[in-house]
């Protein structure tokens, strides 16, 4: 088992910053590839980033590249997502994800973290 806690959601103006962490416990985190997603209401959950379990590799949906950047520390355990020139259509609960290897797609992944709201103000 992997237990994932997310942290870091909050109230932010447009084109503002946001850092959420993904603290992991459990089975080795290095083992894991982390991703991440984002579900608003009304809407499908949607894949926002990913990175392997060796830190090396990272993926982004289209709408977050250039503003968002995932990354992980080892020796804390936890992974990362760095939000910049946040928009309203950010708005959303971001969830963290493990799984043995990268996947864009959520349903593929077997641990899940509890969400944490972000909301970005026009």
């Known amino acids: 088992q992997v237990q994932l806690v997310e942290s870091g959601g909050g109230l932010v103006q447009a084109g503002g910053s946001l850092r959420l962490s993904c603290a992991a416990s459990g089975r080795t985190f290095s083992n894991y590839a982390m991703g991440w997603f984002r579900q608003a209401p009304g809407k499908e959950r949607e894949f926002v980033a990913a990175i392997t379990w060796s830190g090396g590799i990272t993926y982004y949906a289209d709408s977050v590249k250039g503003r968002f950047t995932t990354s992980r520390d080892y020796t804390k355990n936890t992974v990362f997502l760095q939000m910049n020139s946040l928009k309203a259509e950010d708005t959303a609960v971001y969830y963290c994800?493990?799984?043995?290897?990268?996947?864009?797609?959520?349903?593929?992944?077997?641990?899940w973290g509890q969400g944490t709201q972000v909301t970005v103000s026009s």
């Open positions: 994800a493990a799984r043995r290897s990268t996947s864009r797609e959520w349903h593929d992944y077997e641990y």
